[in-house]
Structures are given as C-alpha cells and as structure tokens.
C-alpha cells in the first residue's frame, strides 16, 4: 500500500507561481499573501476538517500561533503525542472521516509512529502533519532532527517533505485525498520550519495531480457474474467479512446480499458491528478467539466469499491447512491483498459497497433459489451453535468474572454506543461478549495489537460523536501506558467512561504461560490490585486527574457502578474493575495450528459429529441471553469442563 515518498514537483505548483502568461489576459483578484502557518491551518478548514490533536514544540510551532484565530478549526492539547496519534485514528474509526494528529520534528514526530502503523494496518484515514528543522539545516543532525518522511515511509500509502510555503494547501489537499480514498490509510505531511514561516500566494481551490494514484478500480462484471455463480451453486458458503466493510460502509449492501442468499456470515474482529449480532445468520467472530461455529463453518466450507479481509493469521490458522474443501471469491479494494495469503478462483477487485450491491444484482438474475441447497449446511451450522454457546465459568477465587463485567457494560449501554478497547484478554472478551449491531460501535487495534489504543480512541471517538455513550474497555497493563490522555478529556470536556479490566497482570501473556509454559508466570503480575499492594490506586488516579473514580470488587456492584457511569456526564468516569486473574478467553485456536484444532474451553476439543459433545456437564457454566438469532440452550447443553484455570 506504500508508494515512493517525493516531494511535490515543479510542475505541480499553484497558478500563482507560474511564471510568464499572457499579460492581456483577464486577471482575477491576487491571491492574499499568508504564511505557511496561516495555509495549513486554512487548508484544513476549507477541507472540512473540524478537530484536530496535537502538541506543540519548536518546530511546528508557528503552526500554533494562527491556530489560535482559527474560527473553525478546534485543537485539543493532549498529554503525548501517541495520544494524538490514536485519538486521531479513534476519531475516524467512529465517524468515517478523517483524522488530524499534528507534532512537532524529532521525538514528538516518531511519538506518532506506533499510531501511523496502527492506522496503517487497520486502514485507518490519519493524517499526520509534523514540522521539520528548516531545510537548510536537514541532514546536519540539528536539534531535533529526524527523518520521519524515512522512518514512516512503510507505515504510510504516502508521504510529502514540503519546503516551500506555496506547496503547502496542495500537499495537505493531496494527502487529505489520498489518505480518504481507495483503502483508506495513514499520510504523512513533513513541514520545514522556514516553509511555515515564509510567505506566499494562497491559491484554492488546487488542483491535484497525482499520476499512478487511481484508488478505485472498475468492477469486472464477468467476476461479479462467476461470483454469483458460485455462491448459487455452493453447498456450504460463508460470507468471510473483514474491515474493509466497516471503512466502505457497505453494511447495507451486505446485510442485503446475506438475507438474498442466505449464507451464514463470520465478521472478524476488524469487523464487529458490519454485520448485526441479533441477525440469525451471525455466526459471530471467526478466528484464534473466535466462536467454534464460525472457526468451523470456514474450515467446513466449500465456498468462501470474502469481503474485505485479508486471511489473518489470526483467521486462518496454519494458512495451508485453512478452509481445505473451499474455492474462494475475494473482494478487496487493494489489489496487493487478493492471492497474498490465499490464491482465489474468482478476484474482485473493487470497493465493498459496489461490489456487495452489484453481487446481490447478479445473483437474483440467476434467479436462483438457495434456501433448499443450504439447508443440511444450516443443519450442521445450529448443530454447533447448540452444542457450542458462547459462554464461560465463572473463577473459583470469588473475584468478578471479566466476560461478567463486559457483558453488562453491553446490555446497559446498548448498541449506540461506541466501545474502544485495548490489547489483551479484555480485548477479546468485549469482541465475544458485547452484542454490536452498526458499523463504528467497535474500535480497537486489530493488526498492531496496540496496548494504550483504546483511552485515546475513546477520547477521539467521542469528540467525532459528542452525543454518543463512549466507553474505553481497558486493561490495567494497557491502561497505565496512555491515563494520562485523563487530563485532556477532564479539561477539554470530553466524559468518557472507562472501564479497567483490572486482573493485577498482563493477563493475554498469563494465560499463555499458563498454557504454555507451564505456569510460570514471569514478569506478568502488575500489583494494581490483588493482595495488598496496589500500584497504582485507579480510583485515587482518577480523582487526581478530576474524573470520577469507583471502584467494583462484588457483583452486586456492578450493574449500579456502570448505571452511575452513563449518568455522569460532566467528567470522566473511570470504574476499577477487579477481577479474577484466572480467568481465560476460550474458545482457542493455538498458534501455528490448523482451525480444526480448534479447543471450545481447556482440554476441550469440539467433536466432529453430530453428537452431543461429552457428559459430565458443568454446572456453572454460564451463557449470556442473546438478544434475537439462535435460541438459547439450557446448561445441560454447554460442554462438560468448559472451565478456565
């Protein structure tokens, strides 16, 4: 997805540079003279954007001085520059536009670096303005000095070096453009200092010239047509969603394309919410973490249409060994994406929207009538779903059962709201528990696994989506690598909520050293909570930053601590959590394995018939009540020793 860094060529310079004319010619009035500063700020104003995050330093320092005229433009001063990065990207992922993240040269420049590979890897629309030392120092190692057009050129679809005040409305319009288009990603804008301060004509609109660039392609409609044909034919079909249907906001057309069909559909953990949990043909979250009907409906399937996806190794397994019986349609706006991982028999290269509508089309002039062809399919499908629930036993410690915890944070919420994880067990919880019925309601870090993601994002999100609930679904690791992004939302009125998973560990590298490493637990245990040390006090944390701080030990607590959230609405709220360190995600797919190894809890490996699962059924163990879809099964039903350590 990268392309060559350049800096703008001569040839593409504003009219107001152009040399020569014809001096009779009609002239219009002249561009009003304004400092670099003063365009990017201009800039950013006639393209809509409205927030951005940042901080100052030297180097982009006279950006700072017009931001404080601008009429339309809010800045929101965060604590550190990766907490602009991904309240950047949390505020494109919840609205869909854009997100503006700005820092000045050296260190707070390579600040933004994990966010730039984060947006990168989950195609998220960023850009990231950073000022530069003056050119005539660049390559002298001055004061921080850094070569970030370098460092980011493989975590960006492109990077501009402006030197020259005129170059900056175009550079900034261009990489708006680019980092908005075709597969949405992160763009990089290096401003020299001396272009900041110098002065030049201001000339709008521009006119982009970016030759090669073309992010959408033509739908093939022979490809569309031997698309539908398969899904016609095919007795076993997943509709495989990924990511790429949340950034097209194609949930429509998918959610037409699925009732035409009648094919059960997976969503990923980049995709939770494109496809609604409550529809009966969700088969839930497919992958390491994912429900065993969905892991085994793809390694059971003989067709596998996927839609902006890019067969992760955390989808697939052992990649050889994935989905062995299935031909594969692949739909994606990138082409680099299509037969990377998986050699497809039908390559679909075009944006998710057009394409799922055009499917549909194609698909009813066939006139075909699928119901009676898949119906041993579904057969096997709710096979699995009874026999297999979503569920988990609570710990034996008397600690609060984290799946316990988010499952309500869920049902209170409610599905407008918008949920922002971190990286780890609790990552994966909210993903299984937390019923998500539109696109934008899950933010997270699906391919960097980024901890201290989600207290930024939630900040991000909110700002793009003032009206809605907004939560930060943390763990105590992640939690304590971006808190104090707490002083931003206390001062900039922000009330986010946030929920601390705190188990006292890092528990995602616990669990596999229980798995593993035979329970030898190295450099994992936190202290922030379990026994007597606790370090930090969450609540005592929160309430220096001026937020409400609670803090929940029993479940009986739980349900009016979240309710106390939700009506909180004048600062943040952040509620400790202290839950059982024990406690583990299932279902599991080790690494480097095939899907069909597949473990529904510890020891537990589902049975590749039709016959119920084992005996000896634990009686605690627990299912949360779906709303809609599959009916709910008795706990006679769950398997024997569904259990966590």
């Known amino acids: 997805m990268s392309s060559p860094t350049t800096p703008l060529p001569s040839a593409v310079r504003t009219p107001a540079r152009a040399a020569g004319g014809d001096q009779h010619a009609t002239r219009g009035p002249e561009p009003e003279l304004i400092t670099g500063a003063e365009a990017v700020v201009r800039t950013l104003e006639l393209l809509g954007v409205t927030d951005v995050f940042g901080l100052p330093g030297g180097a982009i320092l006279p950006v700072y001085d017009p931001l404080l005229e601008a009429k339309t433009l809010r800045h929101i001063l965060v604590r550190h520059e990766q907490g602009a990065g991904h309240a950047a990207e949390g505020y494109a992922a919840a609205s869909g536009r854009v997100g503006v993240a700005i820092a000045t040269s050296g260190p707070g420049a390579t600040n933004l670096v994990t ?19 003056f050119s005539t120092l660049m390559g002298t190692d001055a004061f921080q000095e850094a070569d970030i057009v370098g460092i980011t050129m493989p975590i960006t679809k492109h990077s501009f070096l402006v030197k020259q005040a005129a170059d900056i409305p175009l550079a900034i319009a261009s990489a708006f453009h680019i980092a908005s288009t075709g597969r949405p990603g992160p763009v990089l804008v290096d401003i020299t200092k001396d272009a900041q301060q110098e002065t030049a004509p201001f000339v709008w609109p521009v006119k982009l010239d970016l030759p090669g660039y073309r992010p959408i392609a033509k739908v093939h409609g022979k490809q569309v047509q031997a698309a539908a044909q398969l899904l016609a034919s095919g007795k076993r079909p997943v509709l495989y969603v990924g990511g790429g249907v949340v950034r097209a906001r194609a949930d429509d057309e998918l959610l037409a394309l699925a009732d035409l069909t009648g094919a059960p559909v997976v969503t990923t953990l980049m995709a939770r919410g494109a496809f609604p949990d409550s529809h009966p043909s969700n088969l839930g979250m497919p992958g390491m973490h994912g429900t065993v009907p969905a892991v085994l409906a793809l390694q059971e399937s003989d067709l596998l249409v996927a839609v902006g996806a890019r067969f992760d190794d955390r989808v697939t397994g052992k990649a050889s060994l994935f989905a062995p019986d299935a031909k594969v349609v692949h739909i994606d706006i990138d082409p680099a994406e299509i ?307």
Request: charged share 20%.
């Open 115 to 133: 966010a730039i590979a984060d947006a990168y890897m989950d195609s998220v629309p960023l850009l990231a303005i950073t000022g530069q030392v």
């Open 339 to 645: 037969g990377k991982i998986r050699t497809a028999e039908v390559p679909i290269v075009g944006d998710a929207k057009e394409v799922l509508g055009d499917l549909a089309s194609a698909f009813r002039d066939l006139g075909a009538q699928p119901a009676q062809p898949y119906a041993a399919w579904w057969e096997r499908i709710r096979s699995l779903q009874h026999q297999y629930p979503l569920g988990y036993t609570p710990t034996s410690d008397g600690l609060l059962s984290p799946q316990h915890v988010i499952t309500r944070i869920g049902e209170i919420s409610g599905p407008e709201a918008v949920y922002a994880s971190g990286v780890g067990q609790h990552q994966m919880w909210a993903a299984q528990f937390i019923r998500y019925e539109r696109p934008g309601a899950w933010l997270n870090s699906g391919g960097a696994g980024t901890m201290g993601y989600a207290v930024p994002a939630a900040m991000g999100a909110k700002v793009s989506q003032p009206d809605r609930v907004v939560w930060a679904i943390d763990g105590d690791g992640c939690f304590q690598m971006t808190n104090q992004e707490l002083a931003t939302c206390v001062i900039n009125d922000i009330p986010i909520k946030v929920a601390v998973i705190n188990n006292s560990s890092l528990g995602m590298v616990r669990q596999w050293q229980t798995l593993f490493y035979d329970g030898r637990y190295s450099n994992t245990h936190l202290n922030t909570g379990h026994g007597s040390v606790r370090v930090p006090d969450f609540v005592k944390l929160a309430e220096a930053y001026g937020a409400l701080g609670i803090r929940v030990e029993k479940e009986e607590d739980v349900d009016a601590a979240i309710r106390l959230a939700l009506e909180t609405n004048d600062r943040p709220v952040v509620i400790d959590f202290v839950v059982s360190a024990d406690a583990m995600v299932w279902p599991m797919v080790p690494q480097g394995v095939s899907n069909s190894g597949v473990q529904y809890a510890r020891d537990h490996a589902p049975s590749w018939d039709d016959e119920a699962p084992g005996s000896g059924v634990d009686p605690d163990f627990v299912m949360p009540a779906p709303e809609g879809g599959v009916e709910p099964v008795s706990e006679a039903d769950a398997i024997a020793g569904a259990e966590e350590r």
